[in-house]
């Protein structure tokens, strides 16, 4: 098996809008290793969370080719992404995404039964104790303060043991003390869970923990070096 676990090869990505098409990628060849921490980094309307986006198969390229785990997929319906995605990638965004009539232990589990596993609640409860929320699995979302929030996430996006992992400014919506209790968990978790790590920054303390930083510039990638 490869040691490639994604690889984008002339990604393009161009949007339509009342001033024209606008294209927000202009043609990303990118390889991402088996275990790699990778940072996205560059100023705002660079393009790095549509790469992130286009890796995970939520946004999908006009261009180009873009594979993940040996499969491509560019040549993938909705439905076909939709199952892909399921057990082998999870996703931590910047805003939580928590569904609000579900308690804690509930979001976690949403992944797992999707799966079909019959341990989910199981699994959803050791995973909150990971994140130091096991007295808060009862809770719903709005009884969490925002960092809680985002361990329950982080929590939800690690319960199915995914191959990969990608976060989108997972701090970007905290203070700096619950934005580097994150971080520590995330990492650990990748630790943890061997995955492979591929996260949006514009903390450069943060991109500094990655393994390789790759710095996007209008559409392009400007650098990528070791960090």
């Known amino acids: ?6 690889s984008l ?12 098409v606008v294209e927000i990628l202009k043609g990303i060849s990118l390889d991402v290793a088996r275990g790699e921490t990778l940072g996205l980094v560059g100023p705002s309307g660079s393009g790095k969370s549509s790469l992130l986006m286009l890796m995970g198969g939520l946004e999908r390229a006009t261009g180009g080719r873009i594979e993940a785990l040996g499969q491509d997929l560019t040549a993938m319906g909705e439905d076909a992404l939709a199952r892909f995605r399921r057990g082998r990638m999870g996703v931590v965004f910047q805003s939580f ?3 609000p009539t579900m308690t804690a232990l ?8 999707l799966a079909g596993a019959a341990d989910a609640f199981d699994r959803a409860a050791a995973e909150l104790r990971a994140v130091g ?11 969490l303060s925002g960092g809680e929030q985002q361990r329950v ?3 939800r996006a690690v319960a199915p ?21 994150i971080m520590d968990l995330l990492f650990g978790l990748r630790d943890r869970h061997g995955a492979t790590l591929v996260m949006v920054t514009h903390a450069p303390e943060l991109a500094a923990r990655c ?16 960090a």
């Open 1 to 6: 098996m490869t040691d490639t676990v994604l």
């Open 153 to 155: 996430a982080l929590a």
């Open 9 to 20: 090869r002339d990604a393009r990505l161009s949007l339509s809008g009342n001033a024209g």
């Open 106 to 113: 509930e979001n976690v589990a949403v992944p797992l039964e």
């Open 161 to 181: 043991r995914p191959a990969i992992l990608l976060a989108d400014e997972p701090t970007g919506n905290l203070d700096a003390a619950n934005g580097a209790a």
């Open 211 to 226: 393994d390789r930083v790759v710095r996007l510039a209008d559409g392009r990638i400007d650098a990528d070096a070791a």
């Open 97 to 99: 995404h928590l569904i």
């Open 133 to 143: 929320l096991g007295h808060r699995a009862g809770h719903y979302p709005q009884q």
